[in-house]
T-cell receptor
Framework: GIQVEQSPPDLILQEGANSTLRCNFS?????LQWFHQNPWGQLINLFY???GTKQNGRLSATTVATERYSLLYISSSQTTDSGVYFC????????FGAGTTVTVRA | EAGVAQSPRYKIIEKRQSVAFWCNPI?????LYWYQQILGQGPKLLIQFQNNGVVDDSQLPKDRFSAERLKGVDSTLKIQPAKLEDSAVYLC????????????FGSGTRLTVV
């Protein structure tokens, strides 16, 4: 199957800072998703983004399918952004990366 | 719209005991998934159902894990006998058509095997 690699593994931010999370794939993928797992364990779908760029409030994502990577941008980070961010290859079932743990400090 | 319901929320058992988890997906969602999430890792698919049929159970340890979705609605996942390495969060998810971002996850069951 396709391998999903996320970087960095951990990120500590001061409130208000911007950051970029990266997801690399070992092969071309048709469908890619980003999820946020909050500190209570709830997984929430952020973006379905097979290609191009999408924005939702302070979050945006870009996927360059031909180069097998996707980026998640967090702008003006807030403490509520803390948690683990996963990208996942979607082939009618999700194959997750190991995640990036984000800690936003007040 | 009600979310994906899971129970129990937490479970502590001794090794070699059995345990069962329950999941009720979003009404009308044909596809149901069970994922295992070990601490510090991403969720790993255990089994995928389409209605009441199994689509993918290639990563289910069938010597000790079993799952069913008899009427194509709710589902149970069982472990018998449990091992220490089964300690994890078990997440249930459902989707309408299995793609295009339409996945909803439950809150999970945190299993501790001692």
């Amino acid at each position: 199957g396709i391998q999903v690699e996320q970087s960095p593994p951990d990120l500590i931010l001061q409130e208000g800072a911007n950051s970029t999370l990266r997801c690399n794939f070992s092969d071309s993928v048709n469908n890619l998703q980003w999820f946020h797992q909050n500190p209570w364990g709830q997984l929430i779908n952020l973006f379905y983004i097979p290609s191009g760029t999408k924005q939702n409030g302070r979050l945006s994502a870009t996927t360059v399918a031909t180069e097998r990577y996707s980026l998640l941008y967090i702008s003006s980070s807030q403490t509520t952004d803390s948690g683990v961010y996963f990208c996942a290859w979607d082939d009618y079932k999700l194959s997750f990366g190991a995640g990036t743990t984000v800690t936003v400090r007040a | 719209e009600a979310g994906v319901a899971q129970s129990p929320r937490y479970k502590i058992i001794e090794k070699r005991q059995s345990v069962a988890f329950w999941c009720n997906p979003i009404s009308g969602h044909a596809t149901l998934y069970w994922y295992q999430q070990i601490l510090g890792q991403g969720p790993k698919l255990l089994i995928q159902f389409q209605n009441n049929g199994v689509v993918d159970d290639s990563q289910l340890p069938k010597d000790r894990f079993s799952a069913e979705r008899l009427k194509g609605v709710d589902s149970t996942l069982k472990i018998q006998p449990a091992k220490l390495e089964d300690s994890a969060v078990y997440l249930c998810a459902s989707s309408l058509d299995g793609q295009d971002g339409g996945y909803t996850f439950g809150s999970g069951t945190r299993l501790t095997v001692v």
